[in-house]
C-alpha cells in the first residue's frame, strides 16, 4: 500500500480533474462539489502520511519512499520526509479550503485548474529527483499560464523560465555525476551529496537565479487574475511559493561558491525590485495590486536571504514564512476576489463594513498577518529572520525585515480603511455577506495561522533537523 | 507555599477574567446592552478585587516570581522563555489600572442610551481586551513578552479608535497613530533581538545581573540595543516630537468619550512608565540626563499649549500629559517604591480630571472654557473632585504632587535644567488653576442642563475622590522608602529641605497668580495679554519701532 500511496496522491486530483472535465452536468454546484470532495480526500491522504512520517529523518526510505529507475541521471523517485511532510498538509488544507471559499464561484474550467495544479504541487514537494522535480513543477504552472490570459508577456517569462530551470536541472544532473550507491543515486542534492566544482556553480548560478526571480515576480503579478475568481487567486499564491520551496531546496545546497561570488549583484537586482514594488504600493489604492506588490516583497526578501551569509536559523525562519505566506495570501486574496465579484461597474465600492462583517474581519486577519503581528505564523518567521541575520551581522536584511510591516500598515491601511470604513454607496445596500461555507473555509486557515502562531514550536520540530542537514 | 499556589491562580484570573468577558461579550452581543456593560463591570471589578487581595497578600510577605519554561520557539543562542512576575510593583498597578477601568466601565452606563448596540459591543469587548493585555504586559518579565503583548495592545487601541468616528481628521490621526505605535515596536523589536543575542536572555532580571557585571561596556551590539530601547521609550511616551501626534489622536474626541481619553492617558502612560525602570537603571548617565531633559522639554511645550488653548479638553490633556513627563523624570532618577506608587496615584487623579472634565462639557454643551463660568454654585460635588485633582496637577502640598515636584528638582543637577524645571513647575501650576478658575469661578453666567450629576456618577465621583484622599496623598511617598529599592541597584532619591522649599514656591506662585488673574476675568483681557505675548506681534512691534 504504501508504495503506491504518494503515486495515487499525485494522480489523485487529475484523476478527479478528468472526472470533472467528463462529467457533462451544467450545474455550477455540482463541478464546486466534486472539486471539494477530491480536495478533502488528498488532504486526508496527506494527514495520514503527516502523522505516520518519522519526522526527525530527512527521508523515510523504510515505509514512504517510492523509486522507478529510468536512466543513470533520471528516476522517478517521491518520498515524504520532515520537510515536505508539513508543506504537503499544508498545501492540502489550502486547497480544500479554497475550494470551500469559492464554492459559489468554481465553475468547470476552475475547478480543473485547481485539480491540475494541486496534483503538480504535490508532485514537487514529493520528488526526491531534481528532473521530475522541474517536470512537476511545468505541470502546476500549466493552470497558470492558462490564466494569464491575454498578458502575453507573462505567459513567455513563465514558460520561458520554466525551461530554463529545467535545462539547468537536467545539465546538473549530469555535471554532478551522482554517486552511485543504488537506489540514492538520483535524490536531491542535500541526500546523496552532490558536489559541483566551483567554476560549474559560477556558470550556472545566474540562470538558475534569474529565471527563479522572473518566475516568481510573472507569479505574483499573475495574481490579478483572482479577478476571475478568489479560486485563481489562491492558486496562482500557492503556486508562486512553490518557486521558494524550489529557491531554498536547490540554491543553498548545490551553490554554495555561486551564490558568494554573486551575492553583491543579486543583492542590487533584488533590493531594487523591492524598492520599486513599494513606491508602486504607495502610489495605487487598489488593494489587489497593493497584495500583490506585498507577495513580490516577500519573495524577494526571501530569495535576498538565501543570497547572503547562512545558517541554520535563518534558513529556518525562511521555511517557515514560505509556508506561513500562502495562509496569509489565500485569506486576503480571496476576501479581495470576493470583493471583486461584488462590485458593480457603476461606481467603485467602499464602506462595506456594513454590509460585509464576516468578510471584514476575515480581512483584519489577514491584514494583521500580513503585519507580521504576534500570534500569526508570520511573526516566529519574522523574529527567526531577523534574529538569524543579526546573527549573522546582516545589516540590509535586518533593515528590510523590520521595514516590511511599517511600510505594509502604511500603504495598506489607507486602502483598506477607505474600502471597509468608508462611505457605502446606496446601490450596495443590497448585497449580501459570504454563506457558512465560505465562512468555514476562510476560518480552518486562520485557526491555523493564529494556533501556529502562538505555538510554532510543533512545526520548529520539522524544520530543525533539514536546516542543519542542509547547512553541513 | 501556600501564598505561592494562590498568587499564582490570582496572576491567571486577573488577566483571564477581562479576556472571557471580551469572548462572552461578543458572544452574547444579541442579548441588549445593559447585559453587555454589566458583564464588562464585573470582569473589572473581579479583577480589581483579586488585584488588590494580592497586594495585600505580597505587602504582607514577600514577592513572588513565577516562571514558566513555554518553548516557543528554538534557536542556536538561547530558547525563548515566558516569565510572569507578582510582585509589589506588578500588583500595584495591576490594582490602580483595574480601578481606573472599573470607573470608566461604569462611566459608560451614562452613553448606553446614545451608543447603537454593536458600536458598545466593539468598545466594550475592546476594552476588556485591553484591560487583560495590560495586566500581561504588568505582570510579563521578558521583553519578547512585553514585545509580544504591546504589538497587540497597539491594534486594539486602533480598532477602539475606529469604533466611534467622530470625524475623517480623527480617522487620519489614528492611522498615524496606529503607524508611529508600530515603528515604535519595531525599535523594541531590534533592541529585545540585540540583547538577546548578545547577552543570551531576554529575562529582565537576567539582564540586570549582566548589567551589573559591566557586560555592556564594550559590547556594541548592546549598546545600539539600548539606543533602540530608548527611542522606543521616547516615542511610546509622546516626548516630542511625537507628543503632536499623540495630542492630536486623543483630542478629536467628543465630550462623551471623555473616559476614552482618560484610558488612554492612563493606559498608554502607564505601560511604558514600567519599563523605564528596567532601562534607565541600565543606561549609561549620559543617556539619563538627555531622557530627563527630552521629558522637560516635552513638559514644557506641552504645559505652554495648554496655555495658550482655549478648549477645555485640550487643557487638561495637556496638563495630564506633561503630569506624565514629570513623573518620567522622577522614576528615571529614583528607583524606590515610592515614585511608582506616585505613578499609581497619577493614573487615578488623571482619570478622574478627564470624566469630570469630559461629564462638563457634555452638560455644558461647549468645547470652550470661556463658554463656561461661575458653576460653583451648582455642582458641589464636581468642585470638590476638580479641586483634588488640581491641587494634585498643581503640585501643592499635602498631596503627592508636591512630593513629584520635589524629587524632579532633586533628580535635576545643571542649572539649565532647574531654571527649565521651574518654568515648567509654575506655569503647570498657572495652567490648571487658569482651568479651574474659569469654568467654576469664571465670569460668564453658564447656562446648564443639570444641575446634579446623576446618582450614579455622584456616588462613582465621591468614591473614587476619597479613595485618592485615603491611599496615601498625604505625602505617603516618605512612608514607602521603607520598604527597600525595586532592583537593588541604586538608591533612591534623597529629597532636600531646599527642593521641597523650590517646589512650594513654585507651585503657591503658580496658583495664585493664576487664580488672581482669572478669577472673574472677561475672555477679552485674555485675548489682549496674549496678543501682547506673542512672538509674532512681539517681532512686528520691534519692526515698528525701528522703523
Known sequence: ?472 | MYYDSVLMIYTFAIIFFPFMACLLIMFTMGRGKFVVATISVLSSVMSLFLSCTAVYIIFKNSNYSLLIDFPWITTQNNSLQAVFVMDKVSSLLMASASLVFTVVHLYAFRILNKMENNVLVKFFALNCLAHSLLMTIFASASLIQIYVFMSLLTVVIFLLRLVEKSSEQSVVSAKIEFITNISADMFLLLGTILLSNSLGTSVINQLYAHLSEGKFVNNTQALVAIFSIFIFLICKLGFFPFNLIFMKNSEDYPACFAEKVALYHTGSALFVLILIKPFCSVLPSVSIVAFIFWALLTALILVYRSIVSKNILHIAGRICFANNCLLAVVIASDLGLSSLFVLSISMLIITLLLIIVGYLMSVMHTIFIWETGNISKYMKLLLIACSISIMFLSGLPPLSGFWRNSAVFASVGDVFSMILTSVIMFFMAFSAMRLYTVIFFGKKESEIQAKNPPALISIMLTVFTLAIIILGNIAFPFLFESMGDYVNMRTSLSISADNFRMAFILSMSGVITGFLIYFKMPEKREDVIFSYLNFKNIFKRLKRSKN
Open chain 1, 1 to 472: 500500500m504504501s508504495s503506491i500511496l504518494l503515486t495515487i496522491m499525485i494522480l489523485l486530483p487529475l484523476i478527479g480533474a478528468l472526472f470533472i472535465y467528463q462529467n457533462d452536468s451544467k450545474n455550477k454546484l455540482d463541478c464546486s462539489l466534486m472539486n471539494c470532495f477530491f480536495m478533502f480526500c488528498v488532504m486526508i491522504i496527506s494527514i495520514y502520511l503527516f502523522l505516520m512520517v518519522d519526522i526527525y529523518s530527512i527521508y523515510d526510505s523504510k515505509h514512504f519512499f517510492e523509486h522507478i529507475y529510468i536512466s543513470e541521471y533520471i528516476s522517478y523517485s517521491v518520498a515524504v520526509n520532515g520537510l515536505n511532510g508539513i508543506f504537503i498538509l499544508a498545501t492540502c488544507i489550502i486547497f480544500f479550503c479554497l475550494s470551500l471559499i469559492s464554492v459559489k464561484s468554481t465553475g468547470k474550467h476552475q475547478a480543473i485548474l485547481s485539480l491540475v495544479s494541486l496534483s503538480g504541487i504535490l508532485g514537487v514537494f514529493l520528488s526526491q529527483n531534481i528532473v521530475f522535480l522541474m517536470i512537476f513543477l511545468i505541470i502546476s504552472f500549466f493552470p497558470v499560464i492558462y490564466i494569464s490570459g491575454k498578458d502575453n508577456l507573462t505567459k513567455i517569462q513563465i514558460i520561458a523560465s520554466l525551461f530554463i530551470l529545467l535545462a539547468v536541472s537536467v545539465f546538473i544532473q549530469i555535471t554532478s555525476k551522482p554517486i552511485l550507491f543504488g537506489e540514492d543515486a538520483n535524490l536531491l542534492p542535500f541526500v546523496s551529496g552532490i558536489n559541483i566544482n566551483s567554476i560549474t556553480q559560477i556558470y550556472l548560478f545566474l540562470p538558475v537565479m534569474l529565471s527563479i526571480f522572473i518566475l516568481s515576480a510573472s507569479t505574483d503579478w499573475m495574481m490579478k487574475t483572482c479577478a476571475k475568481g478568489s479560486i485563481y487567486g489562491g492558486i496562482v499564491a500557492v503556486t508562486s511559493k512553490v518557486v521558494l520551496y524550489i529557491a531554498f531546496m536547490l540554491l543553498i545546497p548545490i551553490f554554495p561558491e555561486g551564490i558568494k561570488f554573486y551575492h553583491i549583484a543579486v543583492y542590487i537586482l533584488l533590493i531594487s525590485f523591492m524598492i520599486y514594488k513599494c513606491v508602486d504600493s504607495f502610489r495605487t489604492t487598489q488593494l489587489m495590486r497593493q497584495i500583490v506588490n506585498y507577495s513580490s516583497v516577500h519573495s524577494s526578501l526571501i530569495l535576498l536571504l538565501i543570497s547572503g551569509p547562512m545558517s541554520s536559523d535563518l534558513l529556518k525562519g525562511i521555511v517557515i514564512s514560505c509556508l506561513a505566506a500562502p495562509f496569509v495570501l489565500v485569506v486576503v486574496l480571496g476576501v479581495a476576489g470576493i470583493i471583486k465579484d461584488r462590485e458593480l461597474p457603476s461606481e467603485p465600492i467602499s464602506g462595506l463594513a456594513m454590509i460585509l462583517p464576516r468578510l471584514r474581519i476575515v480581512f483584519s486577519f489577514g491584514f494583521l498577518a500580513m503585519l507580521s503581528l504576534p500570534g500569526t505564523l508570520n511573526f516566529p518567521a519574522q523574529f527567526v529572520m531577523l534574529y538569524a541575520s543579526v546573527n549573522l551581522k546582516n545589516i540590509f536584511a535586518a533593515a528590510i525585515l523590520l521595514l516590511m510591516p511599517i511600510f505594509t500598515a502604511i500603504y495598506l491601511l489607507n486602502t483598506s480603511v477607505k474600502l471597509f470604513y468608508g462611505k457605502l454607496p446606496m446601490s450596495y445596500y443590497g448585497i449580501k455577506d459570504v454563506g457558512n461555507i465560505e465562512t468555514a473555509g476562510f476560518t480552518i486557515i486562520i485557526i491555523l495561522l493564529v494556533v501556529l502562531g502562538i505555538y510554532p514550536y510543533y512545526v520548529d520540530e520539522f524544520i530543525v533537523n533539514f536546516a542543519k542537514m542542509v547547512i553541513r
